[in-house]
């Protein structure tokens, strides 16, 4: 929606609706003196302050001040220790931290269309899907089964179908796209279960926590969090602190946790190190203990969900690619 460029001002970022000679091509991250401390650029002569606010930003291993490149960054794996090139202009710096406060004072207006445009998109969503069962009965007592019908055009058309309710109150099947270019009131059969934010302690998830508690009673959803045995003490920690502040907001949101039986150790002992070419760690300790979680009670019947989860398109290609909506058959 908006574009990024550096505010020099405050030594942030600035977000406007138009692209101009200054927008950048991705979207920089905040950097803090522990990752400083890491590269040691304490020891090349630079003075900072350990402070809560960022005192760079990164776009891939180049770090700007103030808008300015600073110094590029190469090796930084685990194989090779990072070897900093501090730009001739950038040696011993004395840095100041981002006026978080005024960068978000300056960028207040786009922030609000930001929030307000997925604060409805959540709200709108969950009251879709909540009142399911008023449309089923409204579309049931036109003695027509049309949930059935809808699964069987989509399944021969490869089309997302809608029911749709006509000018003479009754009631009718068209492509999804058709209703919503004409402006069709289209009816929701598909019970949901549950209604989950998905937590993983990123700043993606927590935003996406923010919202939902902002847009739907707290009562009506739940919060999963998936332990996979791979989460550091640090990470554990947030969650912990994350539960205990909402919590307190509000008693009745709940909190579950998401984890296997099992150590992840024993499945390398069992199945192999992870790897690219190897890929069982995320169905095994994440996928699989989601499901089990998700089983309706009494019951082997997994539930019907839907899940609000936080994802940005410049993580990688495939991720670019993802719609809004996106359905899965569990």
């Known amino acids: 929606m908006f574009k990024i460029t550096w505010d020099k001002e405050t030594g942030g970022v600035k977000l406007n609706s138009r692209v101009n000679a200054d927008t950048l091509g991705i979207s920089p991250r905040p950097v803090f003196f522990e990752e400083l401390d890491l590269l040691k650029l304490n020891e090349l002569g630079w003075k900072y302050p350990k402070c809560k606010e960022p005192l760079l930003w990164a776009c891939n291993k180049q770090y700007f001040y103030q808008g300015k490149l600073?110094?590029?960054?190469?090796?930084?794996?685990?194989?090779?220790?990072?070897?900093?090139?501090?730009?001739?202009?950038?040696?011993?710096?004395?840095?100041?931290?981002?006026?978080?406060?005024?960068?978000?004072?300056?960028?207040?207006?786009?922030?609000?269309?930001?929030?307000?445009?997925?604060?409805?998109?959540?709200?709108?969503?969950?009251?879709?899907?909540?009142?399911?069962?008023?449309?089923?009965?409204?579309?049931?007592?036109?003695?027509?089964?049309?949930?059935?019908?809808?699964?069987?055009?989509?399944?021969?058309?490869?089309?997302?179908?809608?029911?749709?309710?006509?000018?003479?109150?009754?009631?009718?099947?068209?492509?999804?796209?058709?209703?919503?270019?004409?402006?069709?009131?289209?009816?929701?059969?598909?019970?949901?279960?549950?209604?989950?934010?998905?937590?993983?302690?990123?700043?993606?998830?927590?935003?996406?926590?923010?919202?939902?508690v902002r847009a739907i009673p707290p009562s009506a959803f739940e919060v999963i969090y998936s332990d996979t045995g791979y989460e550091l003490p640090t990470s554990l920690t947030l969650y912990e602190e994350v539960k205990n502040f909402y919590k307190k907001k509000f008693p009745e949101l709940k909190f579950s946790t998401a984890r296997n039986h099992e150590?992840?150790?024993?499945?390398?002992?069992?199945?192999?190190?992870?790897?690219?070419?190897?890929?069982?760690?995320?169905?095994?300790?994440?996928?699989?203990?989601?499901?089990?979680?998700?089983?309706?009670?009494?019951?082997?019947?997994?539930?019907?969900?839907?899940?609000?989860?936080?994802?940005?398109?410049?993580e990688s290609n495939r991720r670019s690619e993802y719609r809004k909506i996106k359905y899965a058959n569990i």
């Not at 786009?110 to 709200?123: D, K, Q, T, V």
């Not at 999804?176 to 990123?202: H, M, P, V």
């Open 263 to 314: 150590t992840v150790l024993n499945y390398w002992d069992k199945i192999g190190t992870p790897s690219d070419t190897h890929r069982w760690c995320c169905s095994v300790m994440k996928t699989a203990p989601l499901y089990r979680m998700l089983k309706i009670d009494g019951t082997n019947k997994q539930a019907r969900v839907i899940t609000f989860d936080g994802v940005r398109a410049e």
């Open 70 to 212: 600073v110094f590029e960054v190469k090796g930084a794996n685990i194989y090779d220790t990072a070897t900093v090139f501090l730009q001739p202009e950038a040696e011993d710096l004395h840095l100041k931290p981002v006026d978080v406060e005024a960068m978000l004072e300056n960028c207040k207006d786009e922030m609000f269309l930001i929030e307000s445009e997925a604060i409805e998109f959540i709200r709108g969503e969950y009251i879709k899907y909540s009142t399911a069962r008023e449309s089923v009965k409204q579309v049931k007592a036109n003695q027509l089964d049309y949930e059935a019908l809808v699964a069987k055009i989509e399944k021969q058309t490869k089309r997302k179908m809608a029911i749709v309710k006509q000018d003479c109150d009754s009631f009718d099947i068209m492509p999804l796209d058709n209703a919503k270019q004409e402006g069709k009131k289209t009816y929701q059969t598909t019970r949901i279960d549950k209604f989950l934010a998905s937590f993983s302690g990123g700043k993606d998830s927590q935003v996406v926590l923010d919202l939902c």
